[in-house]
C-alpha cells in the first residue's frame, strides 16, 4: 500500500518544475528495472526479486517522507494552544 501511493506521488511529482528531473530519473531507472525483471524472469529465486525490494522501499520511502513534510508544515500552520 505504501508503495502504490509513492507510485502515485512520484508521478504527481512530475508536474512539479523543481523536482521533475529528480521524479522522473526515479521512475525510468525503478520501474524499468523491476519491468524488466518481472517480464523476463523464468525462474523464480527469491535473489531476482532484491531489486524489486528497492523498488518498493523507495516508493514507500517516498511515501512516508511526503507525510513528514505534510505534517510538519500542518504543524507549523496551526496556532499553538500550550502556551
Same mark, same amino acid.
Not at 518544475?17 to 521524479?23: E, S, V, Y
Given at each position: 500500500?505504501?508503495?502504490? %501511493?509513492? !507510485? $502515485? &506521488? @512520484?508521478?504527481?511529482?512530475?508536474?512539479?518544475?523543481?523536482?521533475r =528531473?529528480?521524479?522522473?530519473? #526515479?521512475?525510468?531507472?525503478?520501474?524499468?528495472? %523491476?519491468? !524488466? $525483471? &518481472? @517480464?523476463s524472469?523464468?525462474?523464480?529465486?527469491?535473489?531476482?526479486? =532484491?531489486p524489486?525490494?528497492? #523498488?518498493?522501499?523507495?516508493?514507500?520511502?517516498? %511515501?512516508?517522507?511526503? &507525510?513528514?513534510?505534510?505534517?510538519?508544515?500542518?504543524?507549523?500552520?496551526?496556532?499553538?494552544?500550550?502556551?
Amino acid at each position: 500500500m505504501l508503495a502504490a %501511493t509513492g !507510485l $502515485i &506521488l @512520484l508521478v504527481v511529482m512530475l508536474r512539479s518544475p523543481a523536482i521533475r =528531473l529528480t521524479a522522473g530519473a #526515479t521512475l525510468v531507472i525503478l520501474g524499468g528495472q %523491476t519491468a !524488466l $525483471i &518481472l @517480464l523476463s524472469i523464468k525462474v523464480d529465486y527469491a535473489r531476482y526479486f =532484491l531489486p524489486i525490494l528497492l #523498488t518498493v522501499a523507495v516508493f514507500a520511502g517516498v %511515501t512516508i517522507g511526503c &507525510l513528514w513534510d505534510w505534517m510538519r508544515r500542518w504543524s507549523e500552520a496551526s496556532p499553538s494552544t500550550s502556551r
